[in-house]
């Protein structure tokens, strides 16, 4: 009876933190620099990705490098990585390779917050970054690879191996909302539209719908961030 009680337990508890959540309104809050605090996301990526776009709002004072988003396989820790330092954005994949996105002051809002969408298509190898809904200058990343897939998803830390590694250095300290990824690059007008937090068809991960799980000192709060949405 005792170990039919523990395991009945430990079915809930499973269930429990697979169970989907929507965030609408709320962020996830990491309060102080840390090489523990995270969110990892029970998102599975079946197939390898020969493109994506990924969007997101955030608001920091933290200006020296920090990440956003981290996805690592077992081949590579970087298969995609996100994140920024005081003048600009980087796109690591599929290990060391990356490219640096520059952003104009015109563009940047940081008392307020920012959002952020980057995409990319093996095809033509093209990344693509936009800020506030605002296009930045196309670089060339990785043609003809692909991301591969069942990797390990964690926000607020960069992965040095599978599922762990992290350093305090490249934690990142603020707040994350309004999280999505899809399997395709979106075109400028979608851009703009996830820009206003509307709802676009066909995600891979979907902050309205996310299963996660929080490690360290991180929480889920209301956004104090808030897409005005237009029309």
Known sequence: MRKMLLSLLLLLSLVGSLALEDL???ALVFPEASDTAHARLNVTIQQPLSSFTLCLRYLTEIKHRQTFFSYASKRNDNEIVLNRNNIAYHLYMLGGNYVEFKVPDMLTSNSVGEHVCVSWESATGL???????????????????????????????????????????????????????WDRVLCPD????????????????NWRSLSYSIRGYALVKPALLSAQRAG
């Open 127 to 181: 990344a693509e970054l936009w800020v506030n809904g605002r296009p930045l200058v196309r670089k060339s990343l990785q043609k003809g690879h692909s991301v591969m897939a069942e990797g390990s998803i964690v926000l607020g830390q960069d992965q040095d191996n599978f599922g762990g590694g992290f350093d305090i250095d490249y934690c990142f300290v603020g707040e994350i909302t309004d999280l999505y990824m």
């Open 24 to 26: 609408e309104g709320k």
């Open 190 to 205: 979608e851009v703009v539209l996830a820009f206003h937090n509307y709802p676009l068809p066909d995600y891979l991960i």
